[in-house]
């Protein structure tokens, strides 16, 4: 088998709703969309979520990777040899990981379709389904009762608050939405570095009461001896997301024993080889993984999802990126009944990009 051709292409998605986290307003998103194809008639599919915050990259620097560099180092090549390809792109693509997420999901399709088998299949298939959170951005009081109580309706069991500009009215809508759901729901909270250790460890002490079940990235992540002081202790599992962006980042937070949990991005870290490696180096650890999202394609989330399937160090997902993206390519990648995400039944990542 060889590959005869390589596609990017970006596109624009507008929110339905837009959100605010702590670094950010978010209206739209852009992701870069890629198809491989071989002389087998066997066409693999991938995309990048570039963010110039989260990334370094975007979708211009990440079209121009794909056509410059990654192309030329993939036609004629086999995309079975996928561990070849991947070291052989691994110096280029270092430094821009949605690119090198794009390349590795989309070779990761070619190799399910080859053998006729879902992807989750085919890396272990440890679970067939995943329960993810959804996310509500930071807003008063009463607007995030209001969207707890509507996400809970549509049936989904976990909710993850975003905050990290004002504590004393993160911990006020954390606890009011404890009170509006009850205790069934799962509650989680993401600062996005938002806070100070002082600030974190206040929050960690007033919201004891709500039951959350982590707190992500509370504080900067260059500095992660702070995510130690405030692991060590809080009473509430501290998750590194920001953070988790290599493997040596994940095995120097493992080995120093500073959080409870991982927040892998397949985006951020370089895809799903890379995300597996990471996953290892957890498990090693006897931390938790949690499989996070960018504001990504369905196609994004259905790699996340088959790499959450696969892997039993993998706890938690916050696959919500592509909810309320308007004219995504990638719809119905996924499936989602009652919070909870299914592949589809096809081989590979289930899904083929139109033409």
Not at 49 to 55: E, L, R
Not at 166 to 185: F, M, N, S
Not at 244 to 256: E, I, K, N, S, Y
């Amino acid at each position: 088998m060889k590959i005869t051709r390589v596609e990017a292409w970006a596109v624009t998605m507008r929110l339905t709703e837009p959100y605010t986290a702590a670094y950010d307003v978010l209206e739209a998103t852009t992701n870069v969309f890629l198809r491989i194809a071989t002389d087998r008639r066997i066409v693999g599919c991938g995309c990048a979520a570039p963010d110039q915050q989260a990334t370094g990259e975007t979708a211009e620097s990440v079209l121009n990777t794909l056509r410059t560099m990654v192309e030329p180092a993939l036609k004629g090549a086999d995309p079975l040899r996928s561990a070849m390809l991947r070291e052989r792109l691994w110096p280029a693509l270092r430094d821009e990981p949605s690119a090198m997420a794009a390349v590795d999901m989309a070779l990761y399709d070619i190799l399910g379709k080859r053998c006729d088998l879902p992807l989750w299949k085919l890396l272990g298939g440890y679970r067939e389904s995943m329960r993810t959170s959804v996310t509500i951005g930071i807003q008063s009081v009463e607007g995030t009762v209001r969207q707890a109580r509507c996400f809970v309706a549509e049936g989904f069991q976990a909710l993850k608050i975003k905050g990290g500009l004002d504590v004393e009215t993160d911990v006020a809508r954390v606890h009011q939405v404890r009170e509006a759901v009850g205790r069934e729901i799962g509650l989680r909270f993401d600062a996005n570095q938002g806070y100070t250790a002082e600030q974190a460890l206040w929050f960690i002490d007033q919201a004891r009461g709500a039951g959350l079940e982590t707190l992500e990235q509370p504080t900067f992540q260059a500095e992660p001896d702070l995510l130690g002081q405030v692991a060590s202790r809080g009473s509430v599992p501290i998750m590194a997301d920001e953070s988790v962006t290599t493997l040596r980042g994940a095995f120097r937070l493992a080995r120093d024993n500073l959080v409870d949990m991982l927040n892998v991005k397949l985006m951020k870290v370089g895809g799903i080889a890379e995300g597996l490696k990471i996953c290892a180096v957890a498990r090693a650890a006897k931390l938790d993984v949690m499989v996070g999202s960018m504001d990504e394609s369905a196609l994004g989330i259905a790699a996340g999802l088959h790499f959450a399937l696969a892997d039993a160090s993998i706890a938690y997902a916050d696959l919500d990126g592509h909810l309320g993206l308007v004219g995504d390519p990638g719809d119905g990648a996924v499936r989602l009944r009652a919070g909870t995400l299914f592949p589809t039944d096809q081989a590979g990542l289930g899904f083929d990009l139109r033409d």
